[in-house]
């Protein structure tokens, strides 16, 4: 696996932004993935990076760094239903290796 | 477009029942299909993949197997069911190429008393 390490919780209020921080193994590494899991649902995909930097995607941005084996999600203009689980996951040729994941509360 | 679906929805099983989970894909050919089970408050955990009709990887050792009789089909199996073997079952398919997007059926929420 990637051994990957994301924060457990985090708490933003509506209207702010939330920095989700993702930490994984170099070793055999493709690239890596966001997705949002709201309770009791399936994973949706967010966000695929593959190469260092930025990417944009409306409200959700994710950057990666290759060498540092750092990633993160940045939701920007928070609303109420952001509230989920943020799940990061590193792929390495057909699997992917999910962290825990991150859950974020929204507060009005 | 592509379509995942899984079957059933949620299932309540005895210790020691079989059981066989069910997930087809539709608009797409040849790809990969895969087994995660989410445990309470836990990380998803790959169970098995499958890169084509009858290969399949398995990640964990445990009472569970899984086939893929048809190209879009992926069955997940078990003679006897554990209580450890509740959970969130998830299915997945991504093109069959290597590292690419993985998208998620609705889930069978499995609860073994």
């Known amino acids: 696996g990637q051994n990957i390490d994301q924060p457990t919780e985090m708490t933003a209020t509506e209207g702010a932004i939330v920095q989700i921080n993702c930490t994984y193994q170099?070793?055999?590494?493709?690239?890596l993935f966001w997705y949002q899991q709201h309770a009791g649902e399936a994973p949706t995909f967010l966000s695929y990076?593959?190469?260092?930097g930025l990417e944009e995607k409306g409200r959700f941005s994710s950057f990666l760094s290759r060498s540092k084996g750092y990633s993160y999600l940045l939701l920007k203009e928070l609303q109420m239903k952001d509230s989920a689980s943020y799940l990061c996951?590193?792929?390495?040729?057909?699997?992917?290796?999910f962290g825990a994941g991150t859950t974020v509360t929204v507060r009005a | 477009s592509q379509t995942i679906h899984q079957w059933p929805a949620t299932l309540v099983q005895p210790v020691g029942s079989p059981l066989s989970l069910e997930c087809t894909v539709e608009?797409?050919?040849?790809?990969?299909l895969y087994w995660y089970r989410q445990a309470a408050g836990r990380g998803l955990q790959l169970l098995f993949y499958?890169?084509?009709?009858?290969?399949i990887s398995s990640e964990v050792p445990q009472n569970l197997s899984a086939s893929r009789p048809q190209d879009r089909q992926f069955i997940l199996s078990s003679k006897k069911l554990l209580l450890s073997d509740s959970g969130f079952y998830l299915c997945?398919?991504?093109?069959?190429?290597?590292?690419?997007?993985?998208?998620f059926g609705p889930g069978t929420r499995l609860t073994v008393l």
């Open positions: 997945a398919w991504s093109p069959p190429t290597v590292a690419d997007t993985q998208y």
């Open positions: 170099t070793s055999g590494f493709n690239g």
């Open positions: 996951a590193g792929s390495n040729d057909y699997k992917l290796s």
């Open positions: 608009g797409t050919s040849n790809p990969n």
């Open positions: 499958s890169v084509g009709i009858g290969q």
């Open positions: 990076n593959v190469l260092d």
